[in-house]
T-cell receptor, first 116, second 114 residues
């Protein structure tokens, strides 16, 4: 079954304690991205990756890092989390960028982070 | 930079009634346009997208949208809604050349009442 798997689904942690949210896809997709969803703001793209070792900033990259060492994995790293990073996070993947062809983006089920 | 405005944050309608969810975008370059749906406690699913060609785009679940370049709009419509259409709907834009970023609108919560 085609899947984008995020872990953890829920996390409550404290300011400054480094955390990583993992994202893995089993579809051999090249394009992966991370979004945060906040009430009244919709989804905002944090980072995206066109392929292994190719990453680029989205609209709200501050405070986040990503890596793409393997095609299937695209972890999101918060080196020093702060309360304003409390949000619902989604990872997504697709064969290519969303504009290409008719292939859809597959989204994970989301990770709810609370930074105290 | 691109931006998207969804004009209604909430839209309540009765079952079997028609619905239109409005989306306007702003961009200095040509763009591609998308509608996504998010059911409760789930990720997003692509409903439809406009890349080029016919300005009327048909998607899944009976939805369609019309690209209007002069009005910079991409409104989503369905002639008869069902309870199962209750969800949040997001309009998104991506420039046709350059950075491969998706920019989303704020979302419209569609509630279908029996």
């Amino acid at each position: 079954e085609a899947q984008v798997t995020q872990n953890p689904r829920y996390l409550i942690t404290v300011t400054g304690k480094k955390l990583t949210v993992t994202c893995s896809q089993n579809m051999n997709h090249e394009y992966m991205s991370w979004y945060r969803q906040d009430p009244g703001l919709g989804l905002r793209q944090i980072y995206y990756s066109m392929n292994v070792e190719v990453t680029d900033k989205g609209d709200v990259p501050e405070g986040y890092k990503v890596s793409r060492k393997e095609k299937r994995n695209f972890p999101l790293i918060l080196e020093s989390p702060s309360p304003n990073q409390t949000s619902l996070y989604f990872c997504a993947s697709s064969l290519g960028p969303p504009r290409v062809g008719n292939q859809p983006q597959h989204f994970g089920d989301g990770t709810r982070l609370s930074i105290l | 930079a691109q931006s998207v405005t969804q004009l209604d944050s909430q839209v309540p309608v009765f079952e079997e009634a028609p619905v239109e969810l409005r989306c306007n975008y702003s961009s200095s370059v040509s763009v591609y346009l998308f509608w996504y749906v998010q059911y409760p406690n789930q990720g997003l699913q692509l409903l439809l997208k406009y890349l080029s060609g016919s300005t009327l785009v048909k998607g899944i679940n009976g939805f369609e949208a019309e690209f209007n370049k002069s009005q910079t709009s991409f409104h989503l419509r369905k002639p008869s809604v069902h309870i199962s259409d209750t969800a949040e709907y997001f309009c998104a834009v991506m420039r046709s050349q350059g950075a491969q970023k998706l920019v989303f609108g704020q979302g419209t919560r569609l509630t279908i009442n029996p």
